[in-house]
């Protein structure tokens, strides 16, 4: 029932439902715009993630981060280095919810700063994401729907990362360094040989990610996996977000059948930069995921695609899952004020967008 829940009061997998029931008065969907490819690898994914969430792999490098935290600039840089770490391999969305409330138990219980960090957090879950195709779930489809080889798709992200990090270096400048009392790390046992199988598995997952293997098979050991360490995981996995691409999948099936819209969207995307601003403005307003798999279907530049997708995750709290998960976690963990804290992420979010989207805008000109 609390799977039935969930799936039930996500609020992209609401609006999700909606366009596709009215776009089903127009035109029926067809099998073959079901891209397969990217739901067996989005399913895939998620069971990974959710497996690492379960051996609490970054429960211990967080609270190591802190033992060795010595002072507030120190403190902010770990713990978003950490995030960017993590988003790379275990996506924005459980990094956010694993990291936050991680971090704010321990800011309340020794006084620690919690706005900064927390801000920082999401932004960095959302740039480390933005590296590997698993990292953001449309980065799967994009992989999938423009049969992206890992060296083209490294070639994207790879400067993407680098130009984030600089200003990431800049940010970290003007952040002082007020001393802070030093934590005793807690100890967490990690149990090495499920971690080592998970990890194996992934490996076996990013080359069915890149077609080198079928990408069912990757899908089947993590789900057995899975069920072997503990059935229960599977309840935790975002059956929400994989709904969630099989109803855009649809929608887009019907509204290809429709010439006038069809026209009004290739008027959108009709270059690199217009397909590059579109997906940024869209993702505001439709969050980055949906945004993805709309503008994909219509255009053929998929580097200005990438990168519009991913920066578009900053800006609005819908601009990426990871956003409302920052806040909700934040709402629901934190001991400071809820409207501060929303007005000081809100004013770093948008200027992360309006910066990133000038860095690739640039990066589209090299």
Do not use: C
């Not at 993407?160 to 967490?188: C, D, N, R, W």
């Amino acid at each position: 029932m609390t799977v039935l829940k969930n799936i039930a009061k996500d609020r992209i997998l609401q609006f999700t439902v909606l366009v596709t029931i009215i776009s089903l008065f127009f035109a029926r969907p067809r099998l073959e715009d079901i891209n397969f490819h990217t739901l067996f690898s989005v399913a895939a994914m998620l069971t990974i993630i959710q497996i690492y969430a379960y051996l609490h792999v970054l429960d211990v490098l967080a609270y190591k981060l802190t033992s060795i935290a010595d002072n507030t600039r120190k403190l902010n840089i770990l713990f978003t280095l950490l995030s960017i770490i993590s988003g790379m391999f275990l996506g924005n969305d459980i990094t956010a919810l694993t990291l936050i409330p991680l971090y704010l138990n321990i800011a309340k219980k020794y006084k620690l700063p919690q706005i900064l960090p927390v801000t920082l957090i999401g932004m960095g879950a959302n740039i480390g994401a933005a590296l590997t195709p698993w990292g953001n779930p449309h980065n799967i489809f994009l992989v999938s729907r423009y049969d992206v080889n890992a060296v083209t798709f490294f070639s994207w992200s790879i400067p993407y990362l680098i130009a984030s990090m600089i200003i990431l270096g800049i940010v970290f400048f003007f952040i002082p360094k007020e001393t802070i009392p030093i934590q005793k790390a807690q100890s967490i046992r990690i149990s090495w040989r499920p971690t080592l199988i998970t990890t194996a598995v992934f490996i076996f997952f990013f080359f069915g990610v890149f077609r080198v293997v079928p990408i069912v098979i990757p899908m089947i050991v993590s789900i057995v996996l899975a069920l072997l360490i503990n059935p229960r995981i599977m309840l935790k996995i975002d059956y929400a977000l994989l709904l969630t691409f099989t109803g855009f999948f649809i929608f887009i099936s019907d509204i290809q059948q429709i010439p006038a819209i069809v026209g009004i969207i290739h008027m959108w995307v009709n270059s690199e930069n217009s397909t590059y601003l579109t997906s940024i403005i869209s993702s505001q307003v439709m969050s980055n995921v949906p945004s993805t798999i709309l503008v994909g279907k219509f255009t053929n530049y998929a580097e200005a695609l990438f990168l519009g997708s991913n920066i578009g995750g900053f800006g609005s709290a819908i601009g990426s899952m990871a956003n409302m998960l920052v806040l909700k976690t934040f709402n629901q963990h934190a001991s400071v004020n809820k409207s501060k804290f929303f007005k000081q992420w809100t004013l770093m979010q948008f200027a992360g967008l309006i910066i990133l989207t000038i860095v690739g805008w640039l990066l589209l000109q090299i």
